[in-house]
């Protein structure tokens, strides 16, 4: 374990363990970092920071949604795109596992806020912050996201930066270069899957897009060929792309419209499992169960093969006691994911008869489920669309059901119907502090 | 193009020509987003994230060095990380071409004026976090690079987390999380070089990593094996690489006594050629020049092949413009960099004649160079060693000489030497204030 190594030769090296030489070689060092900085504190690129950061870090002018506090811009957006993003429950361009608002949504409510931008406005920010993501990812799908990046915060960077770019009213040069300095910051480790760190990524996406574009505004310039460049995002970030995808059918084929929304407060390809369970809960009580089989989409495995979650978190990435809960329970709400549930000898026992397989001819929102019981009877269960994919979305009421089981800690009811009555009429509404007011 | 047409699509697109069902589930992918966030608002991840910005963003703690001004701890760092970059004339350890202060020492200096930490401990601090970057970069360089990465920023946000963690004094787990949170942070595109966001870079990194130990500290989660891991940093940013290089001989060999000092204001990779130049403006006016021809490792054209620079900037990603100011000013400092410098027809007529040849057999520290005259006459200069290698390093007097020279606009006579003073005593320093306040 090198990161483990590492660590303790950290913290048993001792100042006393250091060679004079290596001591003095670091003051040369600082001596020089200190020239250098200071020799450089009046050029126009240091001027620029100092601006933005007076800006954007000296006043609260942004609402951490449900919570009735502001921050500054950038932390405003960091906690509203984090706080979205920790249920797994947000919504899925399916073709690309990328969840679309949780990068880009932020970006609108705080400068929306601060500058009282006109909803409809705001609308088409987000609309085609959105689509620029989308048409980024599936340029780089699957190679960059196989490699390990997680794709909505490596591409949401690109989506936060147009947002605020349109809302910014930037033009084209400068739309360029926002692009550009939000794509140099693009990052996102697959294996923070199951750790805070998680949520965090399109919250920082939706900071560092946002960032890019305040400062290309005052005048920060960067490279206007981001994407295509040799050295440039589709060549460095992933090892095969189609870059042409990034423009194809503009106008007419709408990314964001194979949006998603979840029902499960987990993974989008755990939802076949999950309908399917429940299905085959009608069959049998969990003591009559012998054995339930999944056969899923490879990605499944390489998503949620936890077989012993502890947490409620690590239960979100594990298929074992994903399946055993919805058998349970009939759910896979946030409910379902809390640290009790995961470590009931009632859930662990039914995880034990979960046996996934992996099968390359199952797509990504289907299974095959076979539930073999005690007795040696079978049944099977086929799930063709999971419920909330493409071909079986979710309609309106289950959306405003949705909403209402997750703002009933926030929102009374009175506040909640207005909410999804203001927000289906966000383009109708003067000012968006008709919608941020209620929150 | 496609980053240029895609900028143009989106500024072509007006509200009126988004369709309406792509409206309505814009709407509905805001409102899902909206209960999402409020859902989780009370959730542990974002009481840290609450809790932390507050810390951070609340008051301003650290000094903008250079300018007697204070910002809020992350405001700062990006600020003197970004400074010290600009001039491209921080330090640079050869053998990966990282500069190492940058992205660490913003941190010491930030955190160590915040909490008034003993100078000694800081020295620590900023020793270990050098270390650590230096040995990773040793791991993935140079495949990391090769593919286009900026190494200074996509590993100097780990030296940033392990001097902030250190000086945090996190344990072990928390320091392998503050890696972990780093890491999957990192970024940086080479494509960015010549243009204002190649200094941003090491700022950012700066930020990225400080921010990750002040997270962590309050209880953020994140994997603790960031390095080694399936999907972990070397895997996914990195083609080839060695990771045992993290680890030997720790404690025996020192990276950063490696780490080289500029003479030149400009990419180490041109220092030989300028020595080079110097050396030949001996033999000849710059009227008498007919060609000169400089044999290079290849890296060095990769880098700085610019022939025709607009900017000062540019200019230093340009060999061309590089070895012809060398030859008519005799030196390479921020002076020979001005966008006059760059545009000046003098400078224009010499910077044809020079001719880079790539050559393999050539080391990076290495230049043959030949000067042929008008007249027909040859001179030929092999430097083998460029002033500022590790070889041939700056002494401490010619250091001091490019300390007062950067602060001569910022500092007197006696506050430049009282700050050398201090520098070179600073583990004896009581307070790192007292240099502060001199800067």
Not at 139 to 144: D, K, L, T
Not at 182 to 197: C, D, N
Request: glycine share 6%.
């Amino acid at each position: 374990m090198i990161t483990e190594q590492l660590v303790k030769n950290i913290a048993n090296t001792k100042y006393d363990d250091i060679p004079e030489s290596v001591i003095l070689h670091a003051k040369k060092s600082l001596l020089n970092w200190v020239g250098v900085t200071i020799g450089a504190i009046n050029h126009e690129t240091t001027n620029i920071l100092m601006e933005v950061t007076d800006d954007i870090s000296s006043e609260r002018h942004a609402t951490i949604l449900g919570r009735n506090q502001k921050k500054d811009l950038l932390s405003a957006v960091l906690i509203n795109g984090t706080s979205s993003h920790i249920f797994d429950f947000d919504d899925t361009h399916l073709e690309t596992i990328h969840h679309p608002s949780a990068p880009v949504a932020p970006v609108i409510f705080a400068l929306g806020e601060k500058y009282n931008i006109p909803p409809k406005e705001l609308l088409r920010a987000f609309i085609l912050g959105c689509e620029a993501e989308l048409r980024i990812s599936n340029a780089v799908y699957p190679s960059h996201y196989q490699l390990g990046y997680h794709i909505t915060s490596s591409t949401g960077a690109f989506g936060a930066a147009v947002a605020a770019g349109v809302i910014l009213k930037l033009n084209d040069e400068q739309m360029a270069m926002s692009l550009g300095l939000a794509g140099t910051q693009s990052f996102g480790l697959r294996e923070m899957f199951g750790t805070m760190t998680k949520p965090f990524h399109p919250g920082k996406a939706a900071q560092n897009g946002l960032l890019a574009a305040l400062l290309v505004e005052k005048g920060f310039t960067s490279s206007t060929q981001v994407l295509e460049a040799k050295r440039g995002f589709a060549n460095v970030y992933s090892p095969s792309h189609e870059l042409d995808k990034v423009l194809v059918d503009w106008g007419k084929v709408w990314e964001l419209e194979k949006n998603a929304f979840k029902p499960y407060a987990c993974g989008i390809v755990l939802h076949p499992s999950i309908d399917a369970c429940i299905q085959l809960s009608e069959f049998a009580t969990p003591e009559e169960v012998k054995e339930i089989t999944l056969e899923v989409h490879p990605y499944v495995l390489e998503l949620t093969a936890k077989e012993t979650p502890k947490t409620g978190l690590e239960g979100k990435f594990s298929i074992y006691h994903t399946a055993a809960i919805a058998f349970l329970e009939k759910d896979a709400s946030e409910d379902q994911y809390q640290n009790e549930k995961v470590n009931d000898p009632k859930t662990l026992d039914l995880r034990q008869k979960i046996k996934p397989v992996s099968n390359d001819q199952i797509d990504k929102d289907k299974v095959l489920a076979t539930l073999i019981k005690q007795d040696g009877s079978e049944h099977e269960v086929y799930i063709e669309h999971a419920t909330g994919s493409f071909r079986n979305q979710m309609t309106q009421q289950m959306l405003n059901k949705k909403f209402a089981k997750l703002s009933t800690n926030t929102l009374d009811k009175k506040q909640t119907e207005q909410v999804i009555e203001k927000i289906l009429e966000f383009d109708q509404l003067e000012s968006i502090h008709q919608v941020i007011e209620l929150i």
